[in-house]
Structure formats: C-alpha cells, structure tokens
C-alpha cells in the first residue's frame, strides 16, 4: 500500500535546521552502520513534485524503481534518457532526519531509498555491491549534489551542509546507484555491503 502527497502542504511546514543544528548533528551521521544497516523509507516519484511512500517496492534493471519517473527522466549529462549511473539515489536516514525533522517530510528530499547506513566514500566507494532486500545495488561514481530545489525545501544552510568537503566526502546529499539484481525491498530490510569473493590461490 502507497500513500502519496505533492509538496506544498510539507512544504509550508518546514522549519529549516540553523547550521549550528546541522554541525552538531554529524557526529550522530558518522555513527551509521558500516556493514550492514536498515533501510527506513521507500519513496517513488510518480509525477513531478509527487511522491508516494511505499512499504513495498520493486527494483528492476530497466526501469529502476517500478512506477517511479526515472525511466521518463532527460539527462543533461548525456543529451538523451535517463541516465543509467543515477537509477537509483539513496539518502542516510540520519542525515534526512537532521535536516527535514519528521519522517513525513523526508520525501521531499526526491531519493527513493533513505537508509540508515553508512555512504560515505570511505566505507563504500563507487563499484561497492549492496545488498538490500532480494535486490542487489551498484553505487556509481555519478556524484549526487544539493541543488537550488534541496535549499528551497531545506534551507541554504542545509546545501551548504551537504555540499561542503566533509558533507560530499560522506555523501550527505546521497549517493547515486545501478540495479544489477532485480528484487523486491521492503521497509525494515536490511542493507548491507557484499563482500567480494577472495581470489584463488595460484596453483
């Protein structure tokens, strides 16, 4: 079951957090689980400026989230469709939290997957392999970055936040991924990192 609302009521609730709210939030943000965390909120976008929040929702290699827009989305990048690096975006649960207060206004942020765990460059570079549900996920180097529509639904304090040096090496505004495994995620499911298989020994 979805429930769906566009912005502009959430909107006219928000009180944007002061960069000293933000500051004394990160070390709760870096406190994220690194190996194997939980993931918070399903979101898809089935128009502009619509969202609707899932307990259930499908990833396929194709069309990334089932019923979200991306598959419809132009990309400046390559001058054609969607592109295929930005399939997918997920944003730390903590880092939502700090900025836009109540789990009903994380949607807002406009990322389909908001999970507590760890995104930083660090603990999983581009090409690290997550599982998440029955689904498994590629993070791509495609870096995802605060723009003037984040700032209007959080603040210019919050876009400064995540697009400073420390805020995009954790990648604050989130993180940019590929499906490589079709499968179904759920709220409460975990996320975790795939360890890749070791080499062979030589013979």
Not at 89 to 115: E, F, I, K, P, S
Not at 150 to 160: D, H, P, S, T, V
Request: aromatic share 4%; glycine share 10%.
């Amino acid at each position: 079951m979805a429930s769906s609302q566009g912005e502009g009521a959430k909107m006219a609730l928000m009180e944007h957090a002061t960069a000293d709210i933000l500051e004394a939030g990160l070390d709760e943000i870096r406190r994220s689980p690194a190996e194997e965390g939980t993931v918070r909120l399903i979101v898809r976008r089935p128009a502009e400026n619509e969202r609707e929040v899932l307990r259930e929702g499908t990833l396929d290699c194709a069309e990334g989230l089932v019923g979200d827009t991306w598959p419809t989305r132009h990309s400046a990048s390559t001058g054609e469709g969607p592109h295929p690096d930005r399939q997918l975006t997920l944003m730390n649960a903590r880092l939502a939290a700090l900025v836009a207060g109540g789990d009903d206004r994380w949607q807002l942020a406009g990322d389909q997957l908001y999970v507590d765990f760890d995104l930083s460059e660090d603990n999983v570079p581009a090409g690290t392999r997550l599982a998440i549900g029955s689904a498994v996920i590629e993070l791509t180097e495609k870096p995802h970055t605060g723009c003037k529509k984040f700032a209007g639904r959080f603040g210019n304090e919050a876009l400064r936040f995540v697009n400073s040096p420390a805020g995009r090496k954790l990648r604050l505004r989130g993180a940019n991924a590929r499906i490589v495994v079709a499968g179904t995620v759920c709220t409460g499911d975990v996320i975790r990192k795939i360890t890749p298989m070791a080499p062979r020994p030589p013979r």
